[in-house]
């Protein structure tokens, strides 16, 4: 039975062929709900699991520890003193349930014990004004780090910065969810070693006293844990149905958990960008019973934006990485500035391949079916199949911001850890060959015995997706980093936090979006009026001073200066037209040492083709230092226009879209018209707010344009 697709949708505008909202919105604090006409097409719907429900038998006794591990005097037995029981407790998996909290604890407190580690609450999250604790953390003993002590003779680290642990969050103000679960640890555990732990400890102790002496513990208490039958433990640790069962999971918080007031801000800030913004477009996603699933939305500015820009996408997951519980998602790209640009958001019920799909669905109907030519996401296996699905004709690349930025947290436990980790980047970023990553990566994995690191594994397996090396030749306009020093922040970095509510997200969103674009106009009045300071004698510089954006002039201007750390410009081979040549350069190292690498550059004579080693063109959409420096040594003063991309030109928005054919649109259709139109016109409002004079005159145009306008209405009616 199929259950993907865009489900029970209602729409913002009249571009959704499937469903029209025809009765008021009735937004609460948990539920927004719909009236929906049934179109055309077919009513996709959700299949649920029946629910195996499984009682297991633990102690009652709550502990609340945030202290670490030490030993017990007489090394006691694991079993002494603990209530008996025939059943091993089951691996924390997403969805188990809770009558409270200590049942939660003594639950996953148990598990550890089972399994040889200690645990501790590391953190919880309470109502302001009730102080009622809603979600907790529970976190392996040896997560994180202690703080650095001044004391003459500090205790030794014992922890590791293990990412081991469960969050538990409240819900229907009675039960207890297990809604994350992370079941790795980077760190030996074993339910062998003679070695206890202070929760372990205080357990045993509580149940030493709660039972009457001699006589032996009979009284047991039993929580019902509600599990779904077919489980699988993925992304950030949410739970997956086997996708050969093609069913969704059964969660029965599949929809969006809404605060008081986060229904009517959302509602409201959608009606009120509708009668401001035509060219608004949003689309909501609801279940079988009327619950707000997912939402996906863009304004006329982003819709425009993805038209000038649309090569090269991300999907920043950030807030689902990072465990948010506003889990927003964002269509990001980079304008003719190099700047981050917006290109729709949305709200994601959860981490599903379904979830996924009806996003990148809603997404791509308000793009009217482009797709980006490049797909950079995260590791989520979900969201990976789900672009393969959607989008199989882009290019689907992963980010390698969120690769490096796990490093610690999935190595930082191992013996030797700065080592591997300066190993790691050395095969990531300077390996120019593929063969040079294999043999840089064998010697990693053999030097520190890191055959059986199961991450390491799965990213090895994966390098085609996220190694530069093997990404060479996709145009990724800069939104890849390929020295270890770059990142890409996230669109919204500042806004948004570990608990900003849905009404605070949309107070705030256009703030952001505000001060986003008035960069852009300020970068773009710069790059119109300013007179840019040239740096060498270079016939490059000149030549594209008069071209560039002033952001991207000025890394283009790095490598014009970096002409004069290459050295030793040498032929080395001649194949017909074909020159290879090799280019020395020095460059800094780690320790402020500097060494000299050769990068290999092929000439083409007759078409003066040129391409680098390193491949920054098609990293960064400008030539790199070696290739300028080849045409140098070759007599060639101007760089040829193929190499000079319009997207980073200073009057690209003016001319893009006027050379823009409409051949794979439907060009009898008043949505592509209105869509076409706008973005014409954004250029024109941009121009006309450069100056008082250029207000005027485009103040006079428009005038002449709507009498026209008016004037032919009124030959219409007379005939």
Not at 142 to 163: H, I, L, M, V
Not at 348 to 361: K, Q
């Amino acid at each position: 039975m199929e259950a993907r697709g865009l489900g029970r949708s209602c729409v913002g505008r009249g571009l959704c062929p499937g469903f029209a909202a025809i009765g008021p919105l009735r937004p609460d604090s948990s539920l927004l709900r719909f009236e929906c006409e049934r179109l055309e097409g077919k009513v996709l719907t959700t299949v649920l699991l029946d629910i195996e429900m499984e009682e297991v038998c633990l102690n009652s006794e709550p502990v609340f520890d945030e202290g670490d591990e030490y030993d017990l005097e007489g090394g006691h037995d694991a079993g002494n003193g603990e209530t008996q029981c025939k059943q091993v407790s089951p691996q924390p998996t997403v969805g188990l349930e809770f009558d409270s909290f200590d049942e939660a604890y003594d639950f996953y407190n148990l598990y550890g014990k089972e399994q040889g580690f200690g645990i501790r609450v590391s953190n919880s999250w309470f109502r302001s004004k009730r102080k009622e604790r809603y979600r907790a953390k529970l976190s392996c003993s040896s997560a994180g780090f202690k703080k650095k002590s001044d004391a003459n003779n500090p205790r030794p680290e014992t922890r590791t910065g293990c990412p081991a642990m469960i969050v538990i969050k409240l819900v229907d103000s009675q039960r207890w969810r297990i809604v994350e679960s992370e079941l790795q640890h980077n760190h030996q555990v074993s339910p062998q070693i003679k070695r206890f732990y202070k929760s372990h400890k205080k357990m045993i102790i509580a149940a030493k006293n709660a039972q009457p002496q001699p006589d032996p513990v009979t009284e047991v208490h039993t929580i019902k844990l509600y599990r779904t039958s077919v489980m699988d433990v993925g992304c950030n640790g949410c739970s997956t149905l086997s996708e050969t069962e093609g069913l969704n999971p059964i969660d029965h918080s599949q929809h969006l958990e809404l605060r008081e007031g986060d229904a009517h801000a959302v509602y409201n800030y959608f009606c009120r960008m509708k009668l401001t913004n035509p060219n608004f477009y949003y689309l909501m996603d609801l279940d079988d019973d009327g619950r707000l699933r997912n939402v996906f939305w863009a304004d006329a500015r982003s819709r425009a934006a993805y038209g000038y820009f649309c090569d090269t996408v991300a999907i920043d997951t950030t807030c689902l990485a990072n465990k948010y519980e506003l889990p927003l998602i964002s269509f990001v790209g980079v304008n003719h500035h190099g700047q981050s640009v917006l290109f729709g958001c949305g709200f994601l019920g959860v981490e599903s391949v379904d979830c996924y799909v009806w996003m990148l669905r809603a997404w791509l109907k308000c793009m009217l079916g482009r797709p980006p030519q490049v797909f950079i996401t995260d590791k989520c296996k979900r969201l990976q199949n789900a672009v393969s699905e959607v989008i199989p004709e882009a290019r689907h690349c992963c980010c390698l911001s969120y690769i490096t930025q796990k490093v610690p947290e999935k190595l930082g436990g191992l013996k030797g850890y700065e080592a591997i980790r300066r190993h790691l980047h050395k095969s990531i970023y300077d390996s120019l060959k593929i063969a040079e990553f294999e043999t840089s990566w064998a010697e990693m994995i053999k030097r520190h015995e890191l055959g059986n690191n199961k991450w390491l594994q799965q990213l090895y397996e994966d390098r085609q997706n996220w190694v530069p090396v093997y990404l060479k030749d996709t145009f990724f306009a800069g939104m890849i980093p390929i020295r270890e020093s770059e990142s890409l922040p996230a669109f919204f970095d500042g806004y948004v936090h570990k608990h900003t509510s849905f009404k605070e997200f949309v107070d705030k969103y256009d703030l952001a979006l505000h001060r986003k674009r008035m960069k852009e106009v300020v970068a773009d009045q710069e790059s119109r009026t300013s007179s840019f300071e040239l740096k060498t004698r270079c016939n490059f510089e000149v030549q594209l001073c008069k071209v560039y954006t002033k952001e991207i002039f000025r890394r283009f201007q790095l490598e014009v200066e970096g002409m004069y750390s290459c050295f030793n410009t040498r032929q080395v081979n001649v194949n017909g037209p074909i020159i290879t040549y090799i280019v020395k350069e020095r460059v800094e190292v780690e320790g402020n040492e500097k060494e000299v690498r050769c990068y290999e550059v092929l000439y083409e004579t007759t078409q003066v083709d040129i391409r680098c080693i390193c491949s920054l063109f098609n990293y960064k959409g400008y030539l790199c230092r070696h290739a300028l420096n080849v045409l140098n040594y070759n007599g060639v003063e101007v760089i040829p226009s193929r190499y000079i991309l319009p997207r980073w030109s200073k009057n690209f928005k003016c001319t893009h879209l006027l050379h823009q054919g409409s051949s794979s649109n439907d060009v009898y259709d008043p949505a592509y018209w209105c869509d076409h139109l706008y973005k014409l016109a954004l250029p024109v409002a941009e121009e006309g707010a450069q100056s008082e004079e250029h207000y005027k005159t485009t103040l006079q145009a428009l005038e002449k344009l709507l009498n026209k306008f008016h004037l032919v209405e009124d030959t219409l009616n007379v005939t």
